[in-house]
């Protein structure tokens, strides 16, 4: 009966107390003589009730106290069943249980899963074998990691299996009916893995097959001293509880005491490779491994191959590809690159090669031992360069820019770029062409887009230094002939990548510093705009901010077309974020990006200090628009020529404007601007001067009131234009001087600006200077004239179009990218050059007709070049 029951007056009392004691009493312990005074114990569930039980019941229960329970002034017992709940002043010590060390579980487990194997193996379960024997495999592997012997079981098992396996397939092959495919499949899985295993334990195979009992005795003789071992280590824990040990040693694989000294690092620096991206690996651990080797080596090629080991297990230790390396092990691995590439510039003898002869990793190699004098070892330093830099920017892309973590990560640039000079030197002192046009390419991509002022400063890093590369900045020079020697560098290079990124580092580089006139004619004749479309994806992005830094350049300069025409293509697009690796493409029209295209675009992403104010670059593009498409408004006559437009994105965001019914005053930038040029359509120039030069986006251009004076002026220009197109129907004559004054521009200005205007058939009117008026001549074309015109310009621009479709089919001329010495190449098609001509032509003729992206960015830039002969060089 239940013992539950047993405070319930039940009658088995006697049963129940004797079952009691076989589950509680141990083997070596007998039956206890009941105190006199023992009070009886009643069962927990009925112990506040305050009934007795039977004095049998009592003497049962006391006689299963162990000797710690009858010192005690209140006996405490509790059922089997009911220990988790015993109270706060029970203990667990009324049951003695048997403690088994480690060892013994571990052994246990092994001869369990043996009898397992035995059972499966009586009913042909070669399936269950599989599984079981696997599982036996990983103790084993278990056991060898705590540098344990392997047991005897483990290896009799080894020899019943193979026994019984060999008995099988022959079984097999004599029967007529074959076993089932899973059972066939695990059978000669088992029998593979047996091979295997048996291989690897041979020699105790071996031995164990020689004398089975000499094996188990030796042992037995292992096994027993280790028992009495962790009741020493906690005594000895207990008595110096407070104290640090500092007897640690450091162990590797098989429990083996790792050894640091100058004749073991061959070795030591062998486990740790070999460990290397394996599950369960402590990264950390094999750091510090290899750090304490690192003070241990002695020569210097001892400390080349650790360094070499050492840098790489840094950059092992951030695995994630979505997160940047921490800054502190990121310094570290700068300051080991620094001292390795030290040690090869100081020791010439010895060479890092990425392709080498196969030697001997584990015997140390000098200058003496080798041929030729020289002692070549397997690694790259570009590599770590590399791995670096783009740490360093992807560290960047996941701080926040607006806090001053940012700031202080930025410092480290100075650091980096010292390194990639050291770098560069040791390459032009080895003479390697290859990994010296790939780490100059690094230094330029570090500079190109700064400011003189940053620039000096990094360079005045290197040039404190002991290790300097041929090409550094002198206290005199300016940063231009610097940019100039590196580019020239990689432009004799074989890589045409390099050659390209340079072409647009350089381009990017002038535009910056103002010089328009010789980025574009860079630009032009490296015809990378025809096939930067092949180009991948980060080169792509370099050439998109080179062409909006040539607007910018233009716009500063007061280049207004050039401006609009450059950095239409870009606003024509609608996703300039995306174009420039400043923002992430946004998801419209039922376009979904996937994860791992998404994730590829933000890894793409420029650092914060690395952007172009889109805001800035926006104000730019309209307002350039606006003094481009307003005097062409006001220049149509016609309905038909109200569909030329040069600037969509302009002409929307004007004709949204006209239909709002209530205007506020200005707010945005594009508020701003839209006012603006319905004032210059009204010809009230100086409300549109004044309202251009309140944006307040302007303070953050360079030479801000050198823009603003510059803006000013165009805009009378532009309002003059305006004023002479809207009313030259209504008068046959005005007087110059009075332009000049409405407009507050000087005479000789007002002269020439209407004999341009004239000149290029903008304006239908003879210039009578010796009375000082204009005189308009009023041309009216036929209804057949204007449909002939319109024929014209429609049948220009399908015949553009079919030549570019025809281009693209037959493939372009010789590009940038395709001269291997970088030097010049041929001309260019007939085609090409007739239809280079026939924009020339028609690039000055109002609302002449504009072909594809390249023939309008040709047509921008290019429409000047004969003529132009001021150059700002």
């Known amino acids: 009966m239940s013992r539950f029951f047993r405070a319930a007056g039940d009658s088995d009392s006697d049963s129940s107390s004797s079952e009691e004691e076989e589950l509680m009493s141990s083997d070596d312990e007998g039956p206890k003589q009941a105190a006199p005074a023992a009070k009886p114990v009643m069962s927990r569930f009925l112990k506040s009730g305050g ?15 162990s000797d710690d329970d009858e010192q005690e002034a209140k006996p405490k017992q509790g059922g089997r069943f009911l220990h988790g709940a015993s109270s706060g002043e029970e203990s667990d010590e009324d049951v003695k249980r048997v403690v088994k060390s480690a060892k013994d579980k571990r052994l246990d487990d092994m001869e369990a899963t043996g009898k397992a194997m035995d059972n499966a193996l009586k009913i042909n379960d070669w399936v269950a074998i599989s599984t079981e024997f696997d599982k036996l495999v990983r103790m084993a592997q278990r056991q060898q990691n705590v540098a344990e012997p392997v047991p005897p079981f483990y290896l009799r098992t080894l020899i019943d299996l193979e026994k019984s396996l060999n008995a099988a397939v022959a079984k097999d092959k004599e029967s007529k009916k074959k076993m089932n495919a899973s059972n066939a499949r695990a059978l000669t899985a088992v029998k593979q893995k047996v091979k295997k295993v048996a291989k690897e334990f041979e020699s105790e195979l ?23 071992a962790p009741a020493k280590t906690k005594k000895a824990k207990k008595g110096d509880e407070d104290e640090e040990d500092e007897d640690f040693t450091t162990v590797g694989k098989g429990g083996k005491a790792i050894q640091f000294t100058p004749e073991s690092i061959f070795k030591n620096l062998q486990v740790v490779q070999e460990a290397r991206g394996k599950k369960n690996t402590d990264r950390a651990e094999q750091i510090r491994i290899l750090e304490k080797l690192l003070e241990v080596a002695v020569t210097p090629y001892q400390k080349i191959r650790v360094l070499l080991a050492l840098i790489a297990s840094r950059f092992d230790y951030n695995s994630s590809v979505a997160t940047h390396m921490p800054p502190e092990l990121w310094l570290s691995a700068q300051k080991e690159v620094d001292q390795l590439i030290a040690i090869v510039a100081e020791e010439p003898a010895y060479s890092i090669q990425e392709i080498t002869e196969d030697y001997d990793e584990l015997v140390e190699r000098s200058p003496e031992t080798e041929k030729d004098g020289i002692v070549r070892i397997r690694g790259s330093v570009i590599s770590f360069v590399d791995r670096l830099d783009d740490e360093f920017t992807k560290s960047l892309q996941n701080i926040d820019p607006h806090g001053t973590e940012y700031v202080d990560r930025l410092k480290d ?3 980096l770029y010292s390194t990639i000079c050291r770098a560069q030197a040791l390459y032009e002192k080895n003479k390697q062409e290859e990994p010296l046009g790939r780490v100059v390419m690094r230094r330029l991509e570090h500079i190109y887009s700064k400011p003189d002022p940053v620039v000096v400063a990094l360079e005045a890093t290197v040039a404190s230094g002991d290790l300097k590369p041929s090409v550094i900045l002198s206290s005199d020079d300016q940063t231009s002939s610097l940019i100039h020697s590196l580019c020239v560098h990689l432009y004799k290079s074989g890589n ?85 690796a400043q923002g992430v493409h946004q998801q419209r029209y039922n376009q979904v990006l996937s994860p791992e295209q998404e994730k590829a675009e933000r890894q ?26 307003i005097p062409l408004l006001a220049s149509i006559d016609s309905e038909d020529q109200k569909r030329k437009v040069i600037s969509k994105p302009f002409r929307r965001l004007l004709d949204f404007a006209d239909r709002q019914v209530f205007t506020g005053p200005p707010e945005s930038t594009r508020d701003h601007i839209m006012q603006a040029s319905k004032a210059l359509q009204n010809g009230e120039w100086e409300k549109c001067r004044d309202l251009i030069q309140s944006i307040k986006i302007w303070s953050l251009m360079p030479e801000c009131a050198a823009v603003k004076e510059m803006l ?15 009313y030259a129907p209504h008068y046959r004559t005005l007087s110059l001087s009075l332009l000049a004054k409405t407009f ?41 004239q204007q449909l002939a015109q319109t024929l014209a310009d429609k049948v220009n621009a399908m015949v553009e179009q079919s030549e570019k479709s025809l281009d693209q089919r037959l493939g372009v001329s010789n590009t940038w990218n395709d001269r291997p010495d970088g030097g010049k190449g ?18 000055g003729a109002r609302g002449g007709a504009r072909g594809g992206r390249g023939a309008r960015f040709a047509q921008g830039l290019g429409s000047q070049m004969a003529g132009n002969t001021q150059r700002n060089r």
């Open 826 to 843: 041929d001309k260019r098609g007939e085609q090409t050059q007739e239809r280079n001509r026939r924009g020339d032509r028609r690039g």
């Open 496 to 580: 045409s990548l390099l050659r390209t990124r340079a072409m647009l580092c350089h381009i990017y580089h002038y535009a910056l510093h103002n010089d328009f006139h010789t980025a574009r004619d860079m630009l032009l004749m490296s015809h990378l705009q025809e096939s930067i479309h092949n180009a991948d994806v980060a080169t792509q992005i370099l050439y998109n901010r080179t062409v909006v830094q040539l607007g910018l350049s233009a716009f500063r300069c007061g280049l207004i077309k050039e401006a609009q025409a450059t950095l239409q293509d870009i606003f024509a697009t609608q996703r300039v974020k995306e174009l420039l």
């Open 744 to 784: 507050s521009i000087s005479l000789r200005s007002v002269t020439s600006l209407v004999s341009k205007m004239i000149w290029t058939e903008e304006l239908a009117a003879a210039l009578d200077q010796s009375a000082g008026v204009v005189v308009f001549n009023r041309v009216e074309l036929t209804r057949t």
């Open 413 to 415: 640039e100075k650091v």
């Open 51 to 65: 009934d007795s039980d039977s004095s049998d019941e009592s003497s049962d229960d006391e006689e299963e106290m």
């Open 206 to 228: 071996k031995r164990y097959q020689e004398d089975p009992e000499a094996f188990e005795r030796d042992f037995q003789a292992t096994f027993v001293p280790e028992v009495a």
């Open 712 to 726: 000013a002026k165009r805009i009378q220009e532009e309002g003059l234009r305006t004023y002479l197109f809207t």
């Open 604 to 629: 793409r992403q420029l650092p914060f200090h690395m952007h172009i104010n889109t805001e800035l670059l926006e104000a730019a593009f309209l307002v350039s628009s606006m003094l481009v498409e």
